[in-house]
């Protein structure tokens, strides 16, 4: 499958993002979907995820409570709301798609998009 992202930017401290990520099959929806970000001189970490068909979700502790994963199997396309957002919330954001969130980081992956939240 293939992966596109788009919406990062320049934000503020404080700030709201919305990314998207449009995948190009019609099966979309049994996919598991994730989103991963990198800072420079660190390693690629999963932000948030969410199971095939919009079932269980994941979120790693630094963005519980601001940021949310959603999809929507009718366009094919994830989306990261981004809120409050951090300077440590810097990084190039990508999205994966998986047979299971636990398995994301062996499937596709997007290019990436970046997002520079200044203070």
């Known amino acids: 499958v293939q992966l596109v992202e788009s919406g990062g930017g320049l934000v503020q401290a404080g700030g709201s993002v919305r990314l998207s990520c449009a995948a190009s099959?019609?099966?979309?929806?049994?996919?598991?979907m994730g989103w991963y970000r990198q800072a420079p001189g660190k390693q690629r970490e999963l932000v948030a995820a969410v199971a095939g068909g919009g079932g269980s979700t994941y979120y790693a502790d630094s963005v519980k409570g601001r940021f949310t994963i959603s999809r929507d199997n009718t366009k094919n396309t994830m989306y990261l709301q981004m809120n409050n957002l951090k300077p440590e919330d810097t990084a190039v954001y990508y999205c994966s798609a998986g047979h299971t969130i636990a398995t994301l980081v062996f499937g596709s992956w997007g290019q990436g998009t970046q997002v520079t939240v200044s203070s």
């Open positions: 099959e019609s099966t979309f929806s049994i996919y598991a």
